[in-house]
């Protein structure tokens, strides 16, 4: 799929010998969501931090909407326009739910965060526009006003995964990767969440990269899901076509909720 806005070819990790990501074949289209599943330890969060350049393949190649993503350091890859979230809540605990979201723009403007030490009257205006679009993505994701101005660690965990969504949002990505984004959320919120997904595809034009344990979930809201297995992919399709492929069940079987795993 040499039309991709995400390619990822022959990639190999490995730790101290360890093989993580072996030969790795991976695309993602522009306007898609895709899921990539598989079981614990399978290298899918290893797979996220290649893309955003946290770590470094032994071997491969990925590319981004033109770029050759991994001659670039993390904050170049954000600045391509990649963003993600992380499977366990990363806010900055001293900053408000505002201050976070903002963060996340600074990253793309170019007075940055000397504009917030400076304040000069230009910057001031930049500054006003900043916090105008960030409120925006807040809103987008279901936050409120009243919660702007919390320290953002102190929400209820359902909106700081929220408010980590939104901060992802205020880098205005083309791609937004979201590591098991649905874990610790109950049914109702895990409802929200769908919706969420298909708004941030339908309404913003982001193509999204999930990676899910909930397979029910990865069932109502990919086009199409990829299955990683001891780093090597083992299976690419739809939901139907994924559910009944012996090498898929297979791979979950030994897990200790495999049952819930394959629950599509
Ligand atoms: N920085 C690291 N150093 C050493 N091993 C790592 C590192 N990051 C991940 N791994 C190993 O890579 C494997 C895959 O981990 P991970 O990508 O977190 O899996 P998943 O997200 O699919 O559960 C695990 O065996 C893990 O211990
Ligand atoms: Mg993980």
Do not use: W
């Not at 289209?29 to 350049?53: D, H, M, Q, R, Y």
């Amino acid at each position: 799929m040499s039309g991709a806005l995400l390619n990822l070819s022959g990639v190999s990790l490995a730790f101290a010998g360890n093989t993580v990501l072996q030969n790795v074949d991976f695309q993602v289209a522009e306007g898609a969501v895709v899921s990539l599943i598989g079981p614990n330890g399978a290298g899918k969060t290893s797979l996220f931090n290649c893309i955003t350049g946290f770590y470094k393949p032994q071997s491969g190649a990925i590319t981004f909407d033109g770029h050759e993503l991994l001659k670039l350091r993390p904050h170049r890859v954000t600045a391509s326009g990649i963003a993600r979230t992380f499977q366990n809540v990363r806010l900055f605990r001293e900053m408000t739910v505002m201050q976070n979201v903002m963060s996340g723009m600074h990253s793309r403007t170019r007075s940055g965060a000397i504009a917030a030490i400076l304040r000069l009257p230009s910057q001031r205006a930049e500054e006003a526009a900043i916090r105008d679009y960030c409120e925006g993505c807040l809103r987008f994701v279901g936050v409120g006003p009243e919660e702007y101005d919390r320290i953002a660690t102190t929400l209820a965990y359902g909106h700081q995964r929220r408010v980590e969504i939104a901060r992802a949002l205020a880098t205005q990505p083309k791609l937004l990767l979201l590591d098991e984004p649905a874990a610790g959320l109950n049914a109702g919120e895990k409802q929200d969440l769908i919706a969420l997904i298909r708004r941030i595809r339908d309404e913003r034009g982001i193509s999204v990269l999930l990676i899910e344990h909930d397979t029910g979930l990865v069932m109502q809201v990919s086009e199409r899901i990829s299955v990683l297995d001891h780093g090597a992919m083992i299976a690419e399709g739809t939901a139907k076509q994924i559910q009944s492929n012996p090498k898929v069940i297979e791979a979950y079987l030994g897990q200790e909720d495999a049952e819930a795993e394959l629950d599509f």
